[in-house]
């Protein structure tokens, strides 16, 4: 079956980055879009960034440009996203999800989904 595994995520001060990767199994990883989210407590889970099978198309929301860097690497499967310069309102469980159509900003459109790794951002 299809698993996404999330890992890198902890405790980290404010200004400081964590590398947050996601290893796939059970689907043809080259056929997807792949898309991290995030979810704080008591809040929605909010997209993060998106990139497209080959990586050509990548997006990010408004309030990580810049710190942000979502890549892949299809030769192992594997999507990263790189946070620098991270803030304590990044603070969540960090998601990766995949979807074998358009890769959208909303949840809702993903077919699969990672459990979570957890990033807090001290101040």
């Known amino acids: 079956q299809v698993q996404l595994v999330e890992s890198g995520g902890g405790l980290v001060q404010a200004g400081g980055s964590l590398r947050l990767s996601c290893a796939a199994s059970g689907l043809t990883f080259s056929s997807y879009a792949m898309a991290w989210f995030r979810q704080a407590p008591g809040k929605e889970r909010e997209f993060v960034a998106r990139?497209?099978?080959?990586?050509?198309?990548?997006y990010y929301t408004d309030s990580v440009k810049g710190r942000f860097t979502i890549s892949r690497d299809n030769a192992k499967n594997t999507v990263y996203l790189q946070m620098n310069s991270l803030k304590p309102e990044d603070t969540a469980v960090y998601y990766c999800a995949a979807v074998r159509g358009f890769p959208g900003v909303f949840a809702a459109g993903y077919d699969y989904w990672g459990q979570g790794t957890q990033v807090t951002v001290s101040s």
């Open positions: 990139i497209n099978w080959s990586g050509g198309s990548i």
